[in-house]
């Protein structure tokens, strides 16, 4: 089986711009969650998605979103693009029977 | 809220040798999850070892145990015969039983390990 995918791997933008991340799940695999990675704040929980609905979210600003499609792939959106909002980006997929949460090599955003 | 401590910001161990990466948590739940999550270089997250708290038995991957301890609320990651691609970040993770909070995964600040040869 394929691995989780992300694209892009690397994105540079600048503030006040809005950016789209999006993440491929393992195959068969509804659960799809979102964590931001800093060297400040470590890894934090952003949201999860399952069957295309936002079952649990963390604590950030409204600008930060995202969605699932039925074919379970899902983006997240960060818009008002802040500098502090630079990390790597991770995004994880779970099938339903499993406790392991498969992660994809993630996102590094840079907001110049 | 659940939380996850990882004491140790760094360590390091000779190869071939032994380590052990300490992780408390606190929580108020009596099921739930435990992880530890090795992070290279590379930054693909790999689970390298889980533990069901309803579990008395420590959990085993080959060179990885753990020690739980569920009164204590503590969880550490012992890794035996130490390799250089050992080297990499390591977390503890915490996950609740309860569907309300879905996955949701609570990581400790991580411990990096150096493999010295």
């Known amino acids: 089986k394929a691995g989780v995918t992300q694209t892009p791997r690397y994105l540079i933008k600048t503030r006040g711009q809005q950016v789209t991340l999006s993440c491929s799940p393992i195959s068969g695999h509804r659960s799809v969650s979102w964590y931001q990675q800093t060297p400040g704040q470590g890894l934090q929980f952003l949201f999860e998605?399952?069957?295309?609905?936002?079952?649990n979210k963390g604590n950030f600003p409204g600008r930060f979103s995202g969605r699932q499609f039925s074919n379970s792939r899902s983006e997240m959106n960060v818009s008002t693009l802040e500098l502090g909002d630079s990390a790597l980006y991770l995004c994880a997929s779970r099938s339903g029977g499993d406790n392991e949460q498969f992660f994809g090599p993630g996102t590094r955003l840079t907001v110049l | 809220a659940q939380t996850v401590t990882q004491s140790q910001p760094e360590m390091s161990v000779q190869e071939a040798e032994t380590v052990t990466l300490s992780c408390t948590y606190d929580?108020?739940?009596?099921?739930?999850?435990l992880f530890w999550y090795k992070q290279p270089p590379s930054r693909q997250m790999i689970l390298v070892i889980r533990q069901e708290a309803y579990k008395q038995q420590n959990a085993t991957e080959n060179r990885f145990s753990v020690n739980f301890q569920k009164a204590a609320k503590s969880f550490s990651l012992k890794i035996s015969d130490s390799q250089l691609g050992d080297a990499a970040m390591y977390f503890c993770?915490?996950?609740?039983?309860?569907?309300?909070?879905?996955?949701?995964?609570?990581f400790g600040a991580g411990t990096i390990l150096r493999v010295k040869s």
């Open positions: 993770a915490y996950r609740s039983a309860f569907t309300q909070y879905g996955n949701k995964l609570v």
């Open positions: 929580t108020s739940e009596s099921d739930y999850y």
């Open positions: 998605y399952f069957s295309e609905t936002q079952r």
